[in-house]
């Protein structure tokens, strides 16, 4: 290994594979190494996946019950532990992990300290996440293949000999959808995203060093063919991206797309008086994260008191400013790739040309949206009010503290969303509440004053993974298959 | 013209030898008795004589970079040289994946590349007297008739498993990967099915069939010895995976980058220092590559460094000054076996700042 660089290997079946293509992601360790990545190329991984049975056997060999105990002791070691890192024997600290993650994606210290928490909350409510995405079947389910519930055996088979993820880099905390995959015993093949190979990674130690199979688990930063290697190549595959990504992968029913989220607060008529009481939730649906996540909303659909609120909101977000990466109130990411905030502060300004909106943060905002501070380039919070309903900027999601809000009766919303991933609907309303839950475009319904953010273990996170892994069988027998 | 070459150092010796057979090139691509029509009107409006200019390979320098265009263009009759005026020949094809092929024009050089590009190599690395299976580009190329003559003259024959490049890249482009992926399998099919029932000791393919079909079976169980491909980029990571996991450590491998303007450069044999870098070494003198500045083509790179790769060919068929290649590589030193510059780890021109289609098929 050259001096002075800290090589993260591809993982073969639990097993370090130092590729000659590597990525150097420059000077980023605390320990002032650089930090080099093994590339892999895509005909590793498909020759891998000829191999994919022996993943599979290491799984099988292990009782499922003894799969959630390890995922629970994996959190701790994931938070706390000094994990196996590079090529020579040496370990990254959580606080090598947070300077290092923070460096690379921008995130401040406190959003990838926010972000290990989602992920080893993950693993240590695996049981409920994993009881919600079966709908409260026994997890032997896994060892045997069958379960029994009240008098009907039920018997369920894996459809997928693999799950393969292409990772993105905007927020660590997107690891946690692989997860219940090792406890439903479907290894996983992994290509992290350029900025963050380090969260996968670590996770991976952390659940090995906690006693799940080492081959379970195997973690390829490859190039976009290595990516299609895996999506295409493993029985079913996870690929987040853009609206061009969900195109991509449209035609293939195995492949699960996570595009932009475009989730939504729509507030309803009996409750917009009140709004003050929510007029937190609205912020925070917006900001958290550093507007990262596609579970942050990016547009808020009001029936009426569109000044007051947008105002108020406005005045809240523009108060969100840049702060230094290791500084604990931080709440906005600098930009990985600086061109890349310029290039979205351009797109948005042209956008504004279009009459029908109008940047309300930037007369509450102490300065240009654009920023260069701490040395890194920022995004501050914007939040676009667009009196007309079909203005391009109404629906539009940028990886920043950035929404629309929208003034159209209540009435009209469900006709208007489209495609959303999450929308926290706050409203008492029991009539609307049974349109919302009709409603084909809403993956995921918030039901009262809670964030588009809001995550409870039981309910799966876009998509039953269970169901998108599993497939139920009809089994039939003279006598009780079931004990 | 004779000269008496002194020199013992391999490098000058070599040196020596192309600047005598440039002389000789030009000498008979510029006399009105053998030249071709196209070069001798060249000359008519050139305003400089190669004939009286020309001594030493160093000249060629003043030909303006070669316009492949004109290979496109120009009917390739105006290519035959006067001396073999009458003769049948054959057309090859480059390109062509849109609009028109580049045209090239020959007659035995095709045999003496392969012969020569076979005698590089010892009975058991190709084992003599066993037959061969080709994967790849056949139709209107000169690749197709090569590896059936270096099959022939290593005492075997060559059974042959078309692939239409020109169908790959479209559908690539087209954003069909499913129906390219459906082709591929295609073809891998077809060479397996020819493996399986008659006794194949070598082959050539492009790297990514030759992945694709050890994805299906194991090559030296088939009774594989020997493979050479050609086609693509080859990073050091991808030579050292073909070596150790495609080919199992057990199958002789001779990587080369060539072409129907070329010919064949042959890869030096690896030694543990290249760490999977490979370093091909031209035909020399039939045909020369240079690095040069991608700025200033006159303009040699320095050695270990990365720069556009320019192709002189000169045989008696075919002359073709400084043509600038679509590919950029390592100006790399010579070495015993080939005394003069190589070129190291080509990839595509200015690959690292756009997207290239390669290595498709």
């Not at chain 2, 150790?244 to 303007?261: H, I, K, R, S």
Request: aromatic content about 10%; proline content about 6%; hydrophobic content about 40%.
């Amino acid at each position: 290994m050259e001096k002075g660089a800290t090589h993260i290997p591809v993982l073969r079946f639990g097993e370090v594979y130092k590729s000659l293509d590597t990525t150097d992601l420059g000077k980023v360790l605390s320990s002032g190494n650089d930090l080099e990545v093994s590339v892999a190329n895509a005909g590793l991984i498909r020759r891998d996946l000829l191999s994919i049975d022996k993943a599979r056997n290491a799984l099988f060999a292990v009782p499922t019950e003894k799969l959630l105990e390890y995922a629970e002791k994996a959190s701790e070691i994931y938070l706390d532990g000094e994990l196996p890192f590079g090529m020579d024997g040496e370990v990254q600290t959580v606080s090598d992990y947070v300077s290092t993650l923070s460096r690379l994606t921008g995130l401040p210290h406190s959003l990838c300290r926010g972000n290990m928490f989602k992920v080893a909350a993950a693993l240590k409510n695996m049981r409920a996440v994993i009881s919600g995405l079966t709908r409260g079947l026994p997890p032997s389910l896994f060892d045997s293949g069958c379960a029994r519930l009240g008098d009907i055996d039920i018997n369920y088979f894996s459809t997928a000999n693999s799950l393969g993820v292409t990772l993105p880099s905007n927020s660590p905390g997107v690891n946690s959808l692989w997860l219940p995959a090792l406890v439903m015993k479907t290894p996983v093949f992994l290509k992290p995203g350029r900025e963050d190979p380090l969260t996968p990674y670590r996770i991976i130690q952390a659940m090995i060093a906690a006693g799940f199979p080492k081959e379970a688990f195997s973690f390829y930063p490859t190039t976009h063919e290595g990516g299609d290697a895996i999506v295409l190549g493993c029985g079913r595959g996870i690929v987040f991206g853009s609206d061009a990504t969900v195109k991509k992968y449209a035609k293939y029913p195995n492949i699960q797309v996570h595009g932009s989220g475009r989730s939504k607060v729509l507030v309803g008529e009996d409750q917009v008086d009140q709004w003050e009481e929510f007029l937190d939730v609205l912020v925070e649906s917006v900001s958290a994260n550093g507007g990262r996540s596609c579970i942050n909303a990016s547009s808020v659909l009001l029936p009426s008191r569109f000044d007051e609120i947008s105002n108020a909101m406005a005045k809240r977000l523009a108060a969100i400013e840049p702060r230094a990466r290791d500084d604990d109130d931080a709440l906005l990411c600098g930009f990985a790739n600086p061109d890349f905030a310029k290039a979205i502060n351009d797109a948005i300004d042209d956008e504004l040309k279009t009459p029908g909106a109008v940047d309300l943060t930037a007369k509450y905002r102490n300065g240009p949206r654009l920023v260069e501070k701490f040395g890194q380039t920022f995004l501050c919070p914007t939040l676009i009010a667009c009196s007309d309903p079909d203005h391009p900027l109404a629906n539009t999601e940028y990886m920043f503290p950035f929404a629309s809000v929208v003034q159209i009766p209540e009435s009209e919303m469900l006709g208007r969303i489209g495609p959303t991933l999450v929308v926290s609907a706050i409203t008492e309303s029991e009539s609307w509440k049974r349109d919302l839950m009709g409603s084909p475009h809403i993956d995921r319904l918030n039901l009262g004053i809670v964030p588009t953010n809001w995550v409870q273990w039981e309910q799966p996170h876009e998509g039953n993974l269970f169901e998108f892994l599993y497939h139920r069988r009809a089994i039939q027998s003279k006598s009780q298959i079931t004990a | 013209m004779t000269q008496t070459v002194t020199q013992t150092n391999p490098i000058e010796t070599a040196r020596a030898e192309l600047d005598r057979y440039t002389r000789e090139m030009i000498a008979w691509h510029f006399s009105a008795d053998t030249g071709c029509p196209y070069w001798l009107d060249w000359a008519k409006n050139a305003g400089w004589n190669p004939l009286e200019e020309v001594k030493g390979f160093d000249d060629m320098l003043k030909f303006e970079a070669f316009d492949d265009a004109v290979l496109r263009d120009t009917d390739p009759a105006r290519f035959i040289p006067n001396a073999y005026a009458g003769k049948p020949y054959n057309v090859f094809e480059t390109g062509g994946t849109t609009g028109m092929p580049k045209q090239r024009i020959g007659w035995e050089d095709y045999k003496v590349d392969y012969s020569e590009f076979s005698d590089n190599y010892d009975e058991d690395f190709f084992q003599k007297g066993t037959n061969w299976l080709m994967v790849g580009p056949t139709g209107p190329r000169r690749l197709r008739l090569a590896i059936e003559h270096l099959a022939n003259v290593r005492g075997g024959a060559c059974y042959f498993i078309d692939l239409d490049p020109r169908w790959v890249k479209r559908l690539i482009r087209d954003g069909e990967f499913d129906m390219a992926r459906k082709y591929k399998e295609h073809v891998v099919d077809q060479a397996i099915t020819i493996l399986k029932n008659r006794n194949i000791a070598c082959m050539f393919t492009t790297p990514t069939i030759l992945e694709a079909i050890a994805e299906r079976i194991s090559l030296p169980k088939a009774g594989i010895k020997g493979v050479f491909v050609g086609g693509t980029t080859m990073t050091p990571q991808y030579v050292r995976f073909l070596i150790e996991e495609v080919l199992e450590n057990q199958v002789n491998f001779a990587p080369t980058y060539g072409n129907t303007l070329m010919g064949l450069a042959i890869s030096r044999k690896l030694t543990p220092e290249d760490n999977y870098s490979l370093t091909y070494y031209a035909p020399q003198p039939r045909a020369v590559l240079r690095i040069v500045n991608p700025d200033n083509p006159d303009e040699l790179m320095d050695y270990d460094e990365y720069g556009r790769v320019e192709l002189t060919t000169m045989t008696k068929e075919f002359f073709m000054p400084r043509f600038l290649e679509r590919d950029e590589a390592i100006r790399r030193k010579p070495c015993e076996e080939f005394p003069w510059d190589g070129v190291g780890d080509v990839r595509p021109f200015q690959s690292e700042k756009k997207n290239v289609i390669e290595g498709v098929y």
